[in-house]
């Protein structure tokens, strides 16, 4: 009998923000595996940690986290063959992916490979973007407002040409590149309308004016909200 595989996002990093659709399978499935770095424990499993316990396998797929080095291939090659041994086996796996799973996540690329040979579900989870909203207090957009999501390594005159197109804009992956992006958005006089929310969320989580951040402190997991009207709603 074959087993079954879905994707489950599992929010931006609230443990409250959890579907309980996201719940109800991680706590269906017989296999656990979860996106970690090198060393250490796994950010996404965290989230989820309180409701698991030891009668199923984990099964955390150790990548590089720096940006300049992901996704690194053969580290998807290789967990696309393990989870398909539990799959063989008639094992349920859940893949947990911080976020949703659908944007930028981990586990797109985890889908790309299997889909092929296995049928392969997702449940969508509250998204980084929308966490950072509610943070800051500021909606994303309204009426016909066009929102951009733009990664932060986009080059400068990239990321300019996207701005001059949108109303409001989201800049994520920004952690080193912030003081580029910072210059440049000030550049364009869009420093005023411009907030950066650091771990949304979370205990630490912090929204900040983007004259009043000191760049060595921006973490990866940061995003850069802006409005040109400076709210959606004026």
Same mark, same amino acid.
């Given at each position: ?13 609230? $443990? #409250? %923000? ?9 706590? @269906? ?7 970690? $770095?090198?060393?250490? =424990? ?15 396998? #984990? ?11 992901? $996704?690194? @291939?053969?580290?998807?090659?290789? *967990? ?38 296995? =049928? ?14 509610? !943070?800051?207090?500021?909606?994303? *957009? !309204? ?15 990239? %990321?300019?040409?996207?701005?001059? *197109? ?35 969320? %979370?205990?630490? #989580?912090?929204? %900040? ?5 000191? =760049?060595? #402190? ?13 709210? !959606?709603?004026?």
């Amino acid at each position: 009998m074959s087993g079954w595989i879905i994707g489950v996002g599992v929010g931006p990093g609230d $443990p #409250e %923000l959890l579907t309980l659709k996201g719940l109800r399978i991680i706590r @269906q499935a017989d296999v656990l595996a979860f996106p970690a $770095p090198l060393e250490g =424990p796994s950010f996404a499993r965290s989230i989820v940690a309180s409701h698991l316990d030891d009668t199923r396998i #984990e099964l955390p797929i150790r990548m590089p986290m720096q940006a300049d080095r992901f $996704p690194v @291939q053969a580290v998807y090659d290789r *967990a696309v063959t393990e989870i398909g041994a539990h799959l063989e086996a008639g094992r349920g796996v859940a893949v947990l992916c911080q976020g949703d799973p659908f944007l930028y996540g981990s586990f797109l690329y985890l889908f790309a490979r299997l889909s092929a040979d296995w =049928p392969v579900e997702v449940v969508p989870g509250v998204s980084s973007l929308t966490a950072c909203a509610a !943070a800051a207090g500021s909606a994303l *957009a !309204a009426r016909n407002d066009v929102l951009s999501v733009m990664p932060a390594p986009l080059a400068d005159g990239d %990321l300019e040409a996207r701005l001059s *197109a949108c109303d409001s804009a989201a800049l994520v992956k920004v952690g080193r590149h912030f003081s580029r992006v910072r210059s440049l958005l000030l550049r364009l006089g869009l420093g005023d309308c411009a907030r950066l929310v650091v771990h949304a969320g %979370l205990p630490d #989580e912090r929204v %900040l004016p983007l004259d009043g951040v000191d =760049p060595g #402190e921006v973490p990866y997991f940061s995003t850069i909200l802006l409005h040109k009207r400076g709210r !959606a709603w004026l």
